[in-house]
DNA sequence: CGGTGTGAAAGTTTTCACAGCG
DNA sequence: CGCTGTGAAAACTTTCACACCG
């Protein structure tokens, strides 16, 4: 590393990368930040790894997809790699997000400091229901959704938060990427229909529930031999 | 399939089921619970798959490892399907929850009519501060929490949610696993270190946002060559 | 025919292990 | 020495393709 014939142009075609290692980079960063805020100048790919529950190796790897941001013998400079890590999320510029959907959840979202913490904002919000409009919450002036499209693209909005009632979703979904926005956070548990090129993020709370209740049923069931989390029962009857 | 010599008491070392595969299957559960509710009787693996964006392979695959479940050219009864879904997840009962936090998001989360939809209920509801402990909200009582060991144990309940500050996370998050909690969903932005048998699902609103910036931004980024976004290239400066 | 269940192949991600560096 | 960066191996997940079934 520390090569200073700095390579910059290099080859075009690769490998997409792994969702999984994204996600693990927003821990890293996360981490990170905790780290340097408490004073740490540098941190090992070890001392990192064993912070979040990940081998050393795998550190290594996932940073090695974007660079070299190490020192043999030292680790990694928190500040420097934190600035790195930032760059390659996108979060060294401010991301100004549209949010639908004004109802409890919404509302409650409005008020959330920590976005903040990654350069996020959330710029404008929406409601259907007359009754919201013009409400201000949290500073944020509930607008009706017809200026949605307006906002969007007087502004550049490019991420967008769906928090409506399940069966207004997709509409508003559709409203939204035809308003020019690229991302969505979907609050509604339903999947979205959507052209390719736009990027979906879920969060179902039901579902990170079921999550649980499988891993700690079958925590229980495999101690029991439950055979339905043990594998191949068969099945009851036949069809009629 | 639909072999008569029900093998029940199956052979007991079993790989355990990949995270990933038991999202999905919260997925279909939730799809076969559209669809019949929208009067749908039976559905094939690629139908299920391609509403959902996987495929048919994928399907059968996943549910393959749980039993047997189909009619050979027919596809899946959904009502069928869907009880064997909810009795792999252990949704067929009820799930009391407990939850730590009574602020904005917290009284958001407490009157999110979903978490039904799946057997979960918040069974009661904490919070460390006087101002809140008293207040009726959505129904439920905030309790303060020195409460919470007697009405975890004494209900039996085990699964929790945390939605407080930052700061106090890691602390609620050992006061529910000495309570007897099994898992915990997690809703602050900090990674949790708790003894392997608690199960720990965590959200965290700026972490999906970043998911998406990464992804908006580097679909740009490599249509340009940015190199950071089309790996390998070298960094800055030495240490010193 | 239409569709499941499932081994085998292909593809992907993680871990290993070690050369090389300051 | 301690630690990074990285090929190679291992482990895991997805896709393929086809026997079999109603």
């Not at 996360?30 to 805020?37: D, G, I, K, N, S």
């Not at 100048?41 to 090695?64: E, H, M, P």
């Not at 906002?151 to 035809?178: C, K, T, W, Y």
């Not at 339903?190 to 969060?203: D, N």
Request: net charge negative; proline share 5%; glycine share 10%.
């Amino acid at each position: 590393m520390n090569d200073l014939h700095t390579h910059s142009g290099e080859s075009p075609s690769e490998s997409p990368v792994p969702k999984v290692v994204v996600s693990r980079l927003s821990l890293y960063l996360r981490e990170l930040q905790r780290l340097e805020a408490s004073g740490q100048q540098t941190i090992s790919s070890s001392q990192l790894g064993s912070l979040l529950g990940f081998s050393d190796a795998q550190v290594r790897k996932d940073l090695g997809l974007f660079g070299q941001f190490g020192y043999p013998g030292v680790g990694y400079r928190c500040d420097e790699l934190i600035r790195a890590m930032r760059d390659i999320l996108g979060t060294n510029h401010p991301w100004p997000v549209v949010m639908v959907g004004a109802g409890n959840l919404g509302q409650a979202l409005l008020g959330y400091r920590g976005f903040g913490r990654q350069n996020f904002s959330i710029h404008a919000a929406f409601d259907a229901d007359p009754a919201k409009v013009g409400q201000t919450v949290q500073g944020i002036r509930i607008q009706p959704l017809d200026e949605l499209a307006a906002s969007v693209s007087s502004h550049g909005i490019r991420l967008g938060m769906i928090v409506v009632p399940v069966q207004h979703a997709q509409e508003v979904a559709d409203r939204l990427v035809a308003a020019g926005v690229e991302g969505i956070v979907n609050f509604a548990p339903i999947t979205l229909t959507l052209p390719p090129h736009v990027q979906i993020v879920s969060v179902d709370l039901a579902i990170e529930l079921e999550q649980l209740s499988f891993a700690v049923t079958s925590k229980l069931a495999k101690a029991l031999g439950d055979p339905l989390h043990t594998t191949h029962q068969s099945k009851g009857a036949g069809i009629g």
